[in-house]
């Protein structure tokens, strides 16, 4: 699993180099002008073996594969996922994604007025 922390702000336009490629997406999906990347984390984990991964500040993910599958032709996989602040829940959701494509989970509001977004993806 890999996970892409973002900060995300309407204070300015940058973006993160490495975000270039998704610039588009999170412009589209997120109302903000500017992303920067504040870490990039990758964990290994096996299908109904939960992870839990610090992110930003109070906020942590809890993701759990639930099952790995091919559908027209892709491998893909199936992720209950979990976002947390202070260990309360802010965000759940249920996701299939094809192996390599990142999903997007946010926003969660940062004390200084920014944004946490998460961008979930698996090998």
């Given amino acids: 699993m890999q996970f892409l922390v973002i900060r995300a702000t309407t204070k300015n336009t940058d973006i993160s180099k490495e975000l270039k490629d998704f610039a588009d997406k999170l412009?589209?999906?997120f109302k903000f002008t500017g992303f920067k990347l504040?870490?990039?984390t990758v964990e290994k984990t096996e299908i109904g073996k939960e992870l839990s991964?610090?992110?930003l500040g109070d906020y942590s993910i809890k993701i759990t594969p639930r099952k790995r599958e091919k559908d027209k032709g892709k491998d893909r996989v199936s992720l209950a996922v979990e976002i947390l602040r202070k260990q309360e829940s802010k965000l759940t959701a249920n996701v299939t994604l094809a192996l390599g494509e990142t999903q997007f989970f946010g926003?969660?509001?940062l004390p200084d007025?920014?944004?946490l977004i998460v961008?979930?993806?698996a090998k």
């Fill in 107 to 109: 926003p969660q509001s």
């Fill in 27 to 29: 412009k589209r999906n």
């Fill in 38 to 40: 504040e870490k990039t």
């Fill in 113 to 115: 007025g920014d944004s």
């Fill in 119 to 121: 961008g979930v993806s």
């Fill in 53 to 55: 991964v610090k992110l």
